[in-house]
């Protein structure tokens, strides 16, 4: 697979609130894309996230995922962690062979190309 997009930032943020301060983070997930002849591979960072917190949805050639945890209280405040990236494909994509899994920390997603959009090679005949 060939490495086409390597953490670009998009909208992140963390927002805490606090009594007296609502300071406010943006953090940007490590997020990586490949390329191969039949499909793309996106490998996103999102520690702490739960699948039911995920959102991830595909509408022509721009993927777009949303996360957002529980507010959890660290420290007298509330902590909740949100993002958002979209990523734009180069071709279109075949939507229904989209699939997602996330394991330890990390939230793979596989989406075959549309078969407009593969490589083919063409045989030769001699006659």
């Known amino acids: 697979m060939r490495d086409i ?3 670009r930032p998009e909208t992140s943020e963390i927002v805490r609130n606090g009594a ?3 300071p406010l983070w943006r953090v940007t997930p490590e997020l990586d894309l490949y390329e191969s002849d039949a499909e793309y591979l996106l490998q996103l960072d999102v520690p702490g ?3 039911e917190g995920l959102n991830i949805q595909i509408l022509g050639t721009s993927l777009q995922i949303r996360a957002e945890s529980a507010p959890t ?3 007298g405040d509330v902590a909740l962690i949100t993002f958002e990236r979209t990523v734009e494909l180069p ?11 996330l394991k330890h920390g990390v939230l ?3 989406i ?3 078969s407009a959009a593969r490589r083919v090679r063409i045989p030769i005949t001699t006659n």
């Not at 071709?91 to 899994?101: F, G, H, K, L, P």
């Open 73 to 75: 209280a660290q420290g």
């Open 91 to 101: 071709v279109e994509v075949d939507t229904d062979s989209a699939r997602a899994q």
């Open 112 to 114: 075959s190309k549309s």
């Open 20 to 22: 007296s301060k609502v």
């Open 5 to 7: 997009e390597t953490s």
């Open 108 to 110: 793979e997603i596989r």
């Open 49 to 51: 996230a739960s699948a």
